[in-house]
């Protein structure tokens, strides 16, 4: 046995730190009662952990309270494993761990057609022109740059729109 402090799962949405303290207090008396709040909710988990002040005493709650119903659902008692023991819990998109920074996609403001810098032509009315249009902002980039790279006398990044 790993000690007096237990875990209870399948607890009622309505169930708060109250009732699961008096619940067990049936059994024997009562170090704490923690019911786990999601913190983007503010609701409970469906979880928590009791911690009764004697070894026997946590003994006697898994005996007679394991399967029993509070708040009208059935609850499961086990032993609660200590923190250590329990890997890393993720936030289930993809391999990153919740919490942490996550790149936005590429791209900027999109009428639906991409160029693939960030930008896209502007769409008056939201219809999509295709990046067709010579007022682009991909157009008037390319104009500019063409320009400074004349200046320079260098062929830039966009030397495929030159002739050799």
Avoid: W
Wanted: proline share 5%.
């Amino acid at each position: 046995m790993s000690g007096t402090r237990l875990y209870v799962g399948n607890l009622a949405y309505g169930t708060n730190e109250a009732s699961l303290r008096n619940f067990f207090e049936s059994v024997g008396e009562v170090k704490s009662a923690e019911v786990v709040i999601d913190r983007a909710t503010n609701r409970s988990k469906g979880f928590g952990f009791v911690e009764m002040m004697a070894e026997n005493g946590a003994q006697e709650a898994m005996e007679q309270l394991n399967g029993q119903p509070l708040d009208g659902r059935p609850i499961k008692i086990d032993f609660a494993k200590p923190k250590e023991d329990r890997p890393r819990s993720f936030s289930g998109n993809g391999d990153r761990p919740s919490g942490g920074y996550a790149p936005r996609p590429s791209g900027g403001y999109s009428d639906g057609a991409s160029s693939g810098n960030g930008y896209s032509s502007p769409a008056s009315n939201g219809a999509s022109n295709g990046g067709a249009s010579g007022n682009s902002r991909n157009s008037r980039d390319k104009d500019k740059s063409r320009e400074r790279d004349s200046d320079r006398g260098g062929r830039g990044r966009y030397s495929d729109d030159y002739d050799n």
